[in-house]
Each structure stands twice: as C-alpha cells, then as structure tokens.
C-alpha cells in the first residue's frame, strides 16, 4: 500500500495548497467588493504594469482572481464559489478539474483565463462546438470587456477573404473561444502557406480545455487531415 499511500498523500498536498491559496482569494472579498468601477478596472492595467517589471503571474494571482471575481459578479450578477475558486487554481496549474454538473465550470476558468490574459500573449479557450464557443465568448466575454481585455471567437466556415481578416483579428485578442477542430484546422493551415502574412494563428501561448475528455479523448480518435493545393504533375510521368 505504499505505493497508493504516496500518491494520495501527494495529491492531498496540493490540494492543500490550492486551498491556502483560495483562502487568500475570499479573504480579499471585501476590500475589492468597497472599490468603484473605475478603481476594478484599473486593476488590469496595474497588473500588466507589474509583471511587465519583473513580478510572476503567481505574485498577483490572488489579487487578479479576487479582481475579476468581484467583476463577475457585477456584470452578471454571478460570484464564483469557493470550490470554483479551486477549480480555477487546478486549471491555472496546468491539471485537470473534474466537476459536478452544477458546480459551473464556465464560470471557474474565467479566472484562470484572466490571470493568464495580463502578459498579452493570448489566451485560447478551447471546447466542442460553435453554439458553446460563442455562446461563452459573448456571456464571459461581458466581464472581461469590462475589465479592458478583448475577445474573439473563432467559429466553422470562416474561410473566405473577408473572414480570414476577422479570424486573424480574433486570434490577435487577448483571449480567443475557438472549437478544436478549427483551432487544429487553422494550425495546419498556416503551416501550408508560403507568406507569413497568410497565417491567422500567432504565437500559441496558453489555453484551457473544456470537456477535456470529449476533445482529447473521443474526438482525437478522429485525425485532423488536410490535402495541399492541386498540383500539375502529369509531366512527371
């Protein structure tokens, strides 16, 4: 039983961290809850100002969870719970969080998403199809839009001139909901052409999966394949 005993006690250890941290997330509750609008907006800017001089995404994760945490709850009338709290803190240390229907998963990773949104290398929020990517790019994207980030939604069939300018300005925002299949897609694509300005991906920096086990278990069965331009080859033969 050592063996098991090891890996428990393990995951208990931080577990226990997580909570520590959630501890320090509630106990901010008051203090932000007595700012104005103005006063929670002016958070993002600090914070991207204070990494951009040398501080981690971990010295301000408490004060930019309790920030986007009173965010919510003035935009959507929603405050996240403690064990969404945790939740967040799982994702934000790149494992998984399994939670019950119910306990709002759309609403825990936002803080995640946020914390990870301040550097401005991008933030993709990956799920299964286009009704959940804009239908969660519009509801979650109302607090962020509040707090000065920007958002983008990739959805299916934007293919032609016109959408590959919103496609490439939608990757471009601070945080982007795309399906899996075209973020893949869209991967492939960009490595096929031959001028970088045809490209609508920038550099891949952070993402958050949801349903993790519908994309990286069911629907990787299903290979993403893409054939190159048509080629005149008959003179070869």
């Known amino acids: 039983m050592g063996f098991f005993d090891s890996i428990f006690s393990e995951e208990k250890r931080i577990m226990k961290k997580y909570e520590q941290k959630a501890n320090e997330v509630v106990a901010l509750e008051s203090k932000f809850a007595a700012m104005s609008d103005d006063e929670l907006k ?40 403690y064990v969404q709290i945790v939740g967040a803190l799982v994702l934000n240390g790149g494992d998984i969080a399994e939670m019950k229907t119910g306990e709002g998963k759309t609403l825990t990773s936002i803080m995640c998403v946020y914390l990870n949104a301040l550097d401005g290398k991008g933030v993709h929020v990956i799920t299964v199809n286009d009704y959940l990517a804009g239908r969660d790019a519009n509801w979650m994207g109302e607090i962020y839009r509040f707090l000065g980030l920007t958002v983008g939604v990739i959805l299916s069939n934007q293919h032609d001139a016109e959408e590959f300018n919103r496609k490439r300005a939608a990757y471009a925002c601070d945080i982007t909901y795309s399906t899996n299949n075209e973020l893949g897609f869209d991967y492939l694509r960009d490595h096929m052409v031959i001028h970088a300005e045809k490209m609508v991906q920038r550099e891949l920096n952070f993402a958050i999966v949801d349903e993790v086990d519908s994309i990286l278990v069911d629907e990787a069965r299903t290979p993403l394949i893409i054939s190159g331009g048509e080629k005149a080859g008959a003179n070869l033969y």
Do not use: H, M, S, Y
């Open 42 to 81: 002016a958070k993002t800017a600090e914070f991207k100002e204070r990494l951009q001089k040398g501080e981690t995404k971990d010295d301000i994760l408490v004060e930019a969870f309790a920030t986007i945490r009173e965010a919510a709850k003035r935009v959507l009338g929603e405050f996240p719970f």
